[in-house]
């Protein structure tokens, strides 16, 4: 969401900053928001007026009627009744602009920070950093035909019961996805510090709404409906629980994470430290805009797991803590002894809520290439807004908007795509990178 009253105030920073973003026709959007907040705004200023006049009125008639004015009386119950009018008319004007100016405003991506590239797509993204070296030589099969030869990937038994993109995973890789995950969440709560959530997988609207999945992305999601909320009693009658419909399944736990403070007020010292949370939790995307990318295997499921890192701060700090949680995401990484580099994002490839975004991607020898296993963005005070999240300094009246952040610690599902690939041996086993070994009970390698 955005402030209106910034983009009152310096229009064209917001017609350079969304055209910057790849929103067409910048200038004429904001000339729309303009006229909707001066009709908006001239309505509850002509509704206050009529209010005004309508109670001046009404104290009158009483002293009309005093006096035995009945002429006076009549006319000013008259001129009641068409403030009465007025003030109907104008209140519906103001509700009708209201939802249209918040409509439109909740449709547009976040501005981007000031150090953040230009560019259209993938292909403007800057390179930071890089650390490890990805092997030269060995065997580079990709994940797919590794865990189908091992017998424990299965697509076509996920195919039979779900459709594409879901797979089974069995025996030591199971094991292996497990020990991966509780590593993770190991490293980001005793290690960086993160407190450890378990959060539910099923939100409401205004949830998806907070951290900007919706109105703009609502077929990228699963949602639960009525018919869904119905089951049957011992009795064979039918019931439904009306507060289960128009839910939707969590595409990621950034969304049930973040929203833990929407409209809350939080204290100054609760933030003296940035709100640092973290959950292990199974997500759900309908990846409808993703036709023809990553058919086969783990990249893109429409069910993985994920190790998410969100944290809540005072503007001054959001800067420093994006940092901090990208370090968080490198370090899982290197303790896994996996290549990866770090990617700035440019404008044109951020996601919708974010004013600046890492990307960590991970080498992958079947591709011969660097894929995303990470993405570290901050928000800003976007999504506090449409959350309405706030905190208050100590000794000051008035609340401010909180910044939120967000990134993974890392996706657990492709993390075992790049262990299977950088770990694979000549005999067609994986070796268990060392890091996980506490975790898999004696087991060193995966497979035949």
Not at 288 to 317: C, N, Y
Not at 387 to 402: C, I, L, Q, S, W
Request: proline share 4%; glycine share 8%; net charge negative.
């Amino acid at each position: 969401m955005h402030d209106i009253k910034a983009i009152r105030e310096n229009p064209q920073a917001w017609v350079s900053g969304w055209s910057s973003r790849g929103v067409e026709g910048a200038e004429a959007l904001v000339e729309e928001l303009l006229r909707l907040d001066r009709e908006l705004r001239a309505a509850q200023t002509a509704g206050q007026e009529a209010l005004a006049k309508r109670n001046a009125a009404s104290k009158l008639i009483g002293a009309a009627m005093a006096k035995k004015d009945m002429a006076e009386a009549e006319r000013l119950k008259a001129e009641v009744e068409s403030l009465k009018g007025e003030i109907v008319a104008t209140g519906e004007a103001e509700t009708r602009l209201s939802k249209e100016l918040r409509d439109l405003l909740a449709a547009q991506k976040m501005l981007a920070a000031d150090d953040v590239p230009d560019g259209e797509d993938e292909a403007g993204n800057v390179e930071i950093s890089r650390w490890g070296t990805p092997r030269e030589g060995g065997p580079a099969k990709d994940h797919a035909d590794l865990g189908e030869a091992m017998g424990l990937l299965d697509f076509e038994a996920a195919a039979r019961m779900s459709g594409a993109r879901f797979a089974v995973i069995k025996g030591g890789l199971a094991r292996l996805e497990r020990a991966i995950g509780q590593f993770m969440l190991d490293v980001q709560t005793v290690e960086h510090g993160y407190l450890e959530v378990n959060p539910p997988y099923l939100v409401r609207r205004p949830a998806m709404y907070g951290t900007g999945q919706l109105p703009k992305f609502e077929e990228d999601l699963f949602k639960i409906t009525g018919t869904e909320a119905e089951w049957q009693l011992p009795d064979g009658s039918r019931a439904k629980d009306e507060e289960l419909s128009d839910r939707f399944l969590t595409p990621t736990a950034e969304v049930s994470l973040t929203n833990l403070v929407r409209e809350q007020i939080l204290a100054e010292d609760e933030l003296a430290e940035p709100m640092r949370l973290t959950a292990l939790t199974p997500c759900f995307r309908a990846e409808a805009g993703s036709a023809g990318r990553d058919t086969r295997g783990l990249i893109r499921q429409h069910q993985f797991h994920k190790v998410e890192m969100v944290s809540i701060a005072r503007p001054e700090d959001s800067e420093a803590e994006h940092e901090r949680m990208v370090r968080c995401a490198e370090v899982v990484l290197e303790k896994l002894e996996l290549p990866y580099r770090r990617m700035l994002l440019c404008k044109g490839d951020m996601g919708f809520s974010a004013r600046k975004t890492f990307d960590l991607e991970v080498w992958l020898p079947s591709q011969g290439t660097y894929r995303e296993i990470s993405s570290c963005s901050n928000c800003g005070d976007f999504q506090a807004r449409r959350m309405d999240a706030r905190f208050k300094r100590a000794g000051e009246k008035k609340t401010e908007f909180v910044h939120t952040l967000n990134g993974s610690g890392l996706a657990v599902g492709r993390t075992l795509v790049a262990i299977m690939e950088n770990y694979q041996q000549e005999d067609g086993r994986i070796a268990v990178p060392s890091a996980l070994l506490p975790y898999m009970g004696g087991v060193t390698h995966v497979g035949a």
